[in-house]
């Protein structure tokens, strides 16, 4: 088949490497793509968040099947253009992408469909934000209306805090207040056909920049999968499964059809296991990030043709997908000043040794060759060098969660980066809470 990929990250990459996995000779596509990913497959130079531009190439070069990552994409409407051309495509139209671009229009959604969640108060200036953190009390959960790349939401104590990280999103629309939930976050994705929805495997990721979840809130630094410790609340994995499609995935996905907008792409749930039940924290209209880069590995159904049922709306015939029962960590290797200011075009070394490790593969996320990134401004135009902030995944299977982790962090430490950080209890938990 012959498939183009959206997006330039780690999520990416690990979608590409899925689909390599296939051995079935995929041509494949990526735009923009990253050094890493352009190990594995064609980088296109293309806009990706320009509609007419991707499906103007997807038509050219008779692309089977467009995969989009990002949510900027989704939001500019691009899977609307490639449908209207008549291109299967994994990814929700603009309308339905609201789910993840605007909070406001979630939570609306989630109400009307009967979704559990918490409350939420939409505030468009400081004064109605100040009158919901004194109705709700500490402590305070603020969040950006609109996307804003995993960092528009912060939870603190702090009142003072809350006001300032609000006053900072007013500028750019409104900020929902939302009631603070407590218990075990999980991440689960669901492919859904606007009618049918199938699950792959929930994983949990870790926001926080820091060890102990400490420091501010990131795009991810890191993520295990699967999660034993649900099966002694639920009794076991499909069980909680069935409860999230059930009672919120399917009431979400009908509600949409409802309006005429319907969801055909990755619905993202984002859940917390309360002492009242699952509730829904956020919803993403497309793969998550580092989630991606540890259920995808341990994904045995082929993946392009769960896909390609997804968007042609084929889903109802399909059975569940397999899982393998390694277990799987991913620990994000970020740039210094990582998340305010991170420090770019710095050298990365040690790829090799690190892939060399049994179980270890790379998956990168923001890195490119120096000679593509600014000419004569290193010694060596040919060295691997940092572009953005979260660089490299580091994803390690193995057949329990200590040999898992156990890889993970020996491929880290051959890694070379000046100023790389990186948390060092991923998955630290349920290696003590498992045999």
């Not at 890191?222 to 919120?248: K, Q």
Request: aromatic share 6%; with cysteine.
């Amino acid at each position: 088949m012959r498939i183009l990929v959206l997006g330039s990250g780690a999520r990416e990459h690990a979608i590409v490497l899925a689909l390599r996995r296939e051995h079935v000779g995929h041509e494949l596509y990526a735009a923009p793509g990253n050094a890493g990913i352009a190990q594995e497959t064609e980088l296109v130079t293309l806009d990706p968040v320009d509609p007419a531009a991707v499906a103007d190439f997807a038509i050219r070069n008779n692309i089977e099947l467009v995969v989009i990552g990002p949510e900027a994409p989704l939001v500019a409407g691009v899977a609307d253009a490639l449908r209207t051309r008549g291109i299967p495509v994994f990814g929700p139209g603009k309308a339905a992408a609201a789910l993840e671009g605007s909070k406001t229009f979630a939570k609306r959604i989630m109400d009307e469909a009967g979704v559990p969640t918490g409350r939420a108060v939409r505030s468009g200036s400081l004064a109605e934000v100040e009158a919901a953190l004194d109705e709700f009390g500490a402590p305070y959960v603020v969040k950006a209306d609109g996307l804003a790349a995993g960092k528009g939401v912060l939870v603190t104590g702090e009142r003072d805090a809350a006001i300032a990280h609000a006053t900072h999103w007013l500028q750019h629309g409104s900020v929902l207040i939302e009631e603070f939930l407590d218990g075990q976050e999980v991440s689960l994705f669901l492919l859904s056909d606007g009618t049918t929805v199938i699950p792959l495997s929930p994983a949990q990721d870790y926001k926080r920049l820091g060890d102990g979840d400490t420091g501010p809130n990131t795009g991810g630094m890191g993520a295990y999968s699967p999660l034993p410790w649900l099966d002694e609340r639920f009794g076991s994995e499909s069980a909680f499964v069935d409860e999230v499609i059930e009672t919120i995935a399917l009431p979400t996905v009908r509600r949409l059809a409802d309006e005429d907008t319907p969801f055909i792409g990755l619905l993202y749930c984002g859940l917390i296991l309360t002492d009242t039940g699952i509730r829904v924290i956020e919803f993403n209209a497309r793969f998550g990030d580092p989630e991606t880069q540890v259920v995808l590995p341990r994904l045995v159904t082929p993946l392009s043709g769960l896909l390609l049922a997804a968007a042609n709306g084929e889903l109802g015939g399909v059975a569940r997908p397999q899982f393998s029962r390694d277990a799987c960590v991913t620990v994000v290797l970020a740039s210094e000043n990582y998340p305010d200011a991170p420090i770019t075009g710095r050298q990365i070394t040690g790829l090799a040794a690190a892939e060399a490790v049994p179980g270890v593969t790379i998956a990168h996320a923001a890195t490119a060759h120096s000679n593509a990134v600014h000419a004569g401004a290193v010694q060596n135009a040919d060295e691997l060098v940092a572009t953005g902030g979260r660089v490299l995944s580091v994803v390690a299977t193995g057949a329990d969660f200590g040999e898992a982790r156990s890889r993970a962090y020996e491929a880290l430490a051959q890694i070379g980066l000046e100023g790389g950080q990186f948390r060092s209890d991923i998955a630290a938990r349920v290696v003590e809470s498992t045999p």
